[in-house]
């Protein structure tokens, strides 16, 4: 399975390409008039991105936030985006954020209170990718969202297979088609809204651009960079797991605090505290091993 920036990265260079094809397909009446995006990343802001908008034929600053997993700090976030964007620009703030999957949703609300007093609230807008019903987008030939289709309510496997011939025919066998096929398949294969069946069926079309996609240099690099990162945390998730153990195993009373000192470590460190666990004569050497290569 993809990891998590695998389908970040996807959906924000889809964003990158058709930004002004797309932002006004999510916020009805809206038009893209500037991305603020690498304006943004020299400031100590970490928004998904950021766009100088019209809506309604007001100028507005958009926030959009690509969410594939549950963060439990989102409203925490969304106040803290909203708030510092609103002050660089000094326009109407419109903060949204897309889930393309299905999963657990915190109610859209930041609320601060003091007992039974409301100190403040801030709400935001929710997409849900995969209650938009795909027949809308296909019926509108947005060919630019087609890459979304698999993660939409009401597709089908035919739907998807006429959607790649219409990306072929949109945008012809070069680097553009290529980068749709690659964001599309990684949609594809988190999809739960297709049955295996129904995605077997289109991976067997997709085998057609197997060549395209390993000829395209920017997509290796990027497969390898994911798969890198991804045996990266394997290897410290089975340092963690083998700590432990031995921690489990030799002095129990200790588990608990080996969880919270060995999550954030590199696997020097884990090596580290590896071996002076398994050496340690007693508890009190083992508590030590663990607070001081951790602190």
Known sequence: MAEP?????????????????????????SQVIQELNTEITRTNLRPDLVYRITYNGTAHILNLELQTNVDGD??????????????????????????????????????????????????????CLWQSEAEEFVRKRIVSMYTLLPAMKGVTATMLVQAIEAMESRYQRGPILTRHVWRFQIILRRSKTLTEQEKQIVEDKMQSYDSLLDSDPEIQAREAKVAAQAAAQTTVRVKQEAILLI???????????????TVHLTPDQLDIITQQIVIAPNEDTARSALGDVAA
């Open 5 to 29: 920036q695998q389908y970040d990265r996807a959906l924000k260079a889809l964003m990158d390409d058709h930004a002004a094809e797309i932002v006004p397909e999510l916020l009805p009446g």
């Open 247 to 261: 921690v489990k195993t030799r002095f129990p009373d200790l588990v608990e605090l080996a969880k919270q000192r």
């Open 74 to 127: 989102m409203n925490y976030r969304m106040l803290a985006y909203h708030v510092e964007l609103y002050g660089k620009y000094r326009v109407p703030v419109i903060s949204m954020v897309l889930y393309p999957f299905e999963t657990f949703i915190p109610e859209p609300l930041f609320r601060e209170k003091s007992g039974p007093r409301t100190l403040l609230e801030f709400p935001y807008e929710v997409l």
